[in-house]
């Protein structure tokens, strides 16, 4: 079973920065695919970023230029690098891991951190 504990949400001011953390407690961590999803109130939870393990990346539209994401196998963590916060980036965000198993894709969640920025 694989558990994914996410760290350093919090209130932040627009233009500020925060950097998010996930944790993972799983054998082989490295032959999962990972990344991270917000769901706004009201809203159905949407991709962020993800990274692969080949190392390639995709984002969001909204977060191109402004945040990084980023992996450490040997640690087993994952990173969000949030700078220039917008009020339309509040929201939970969650860590996602997944992996391709007896041909479907397998999904992992967090528990969620908040993000919220004020204007």
């Known amino acids: 079973q694989v558990q994914l504990v996410e760290s350093g949400g919090g209130s932040v001011q627009a233009g500020g920065s925060l950097r998010l953390s996930c944790a993972a407690s799983?054998?082989?961590?490295?032959?999962?695919?990972v990344g991270w999803y917000l769901q706004a109130p009201g809203k159905q939870r949407e991709l962020v970023a993800i990274?692969?393990?080949?190392?390639?990346?995709n984002y969001a539209d909204s977060v191109k230029g402004r945040f990084t994401i980023s992996r450490d196998n040997s640690k087993k963590m994952v990173y969000l690098q949030m700078n220039s916060l917008k009020p339309e980036d509040t929201a939970v965000y969650y860590c996602?891991?997944?992996?391709?198993?007896?041909?479907?894709?397998?999904?992992?969640w967090g528990q969620g951190t908040q993000v919220t920025v004020s204007s």
């Open positions: 996602n891991a997944a992996r391709i198993r007896y041909g479907s894709w397998v999904n992992y």
């Open positions: 799983v054998f082989d961590f490295s032959i999962y695919t």
């Open positions: 990274i692969r393990t080949s190392g390639d990346t």
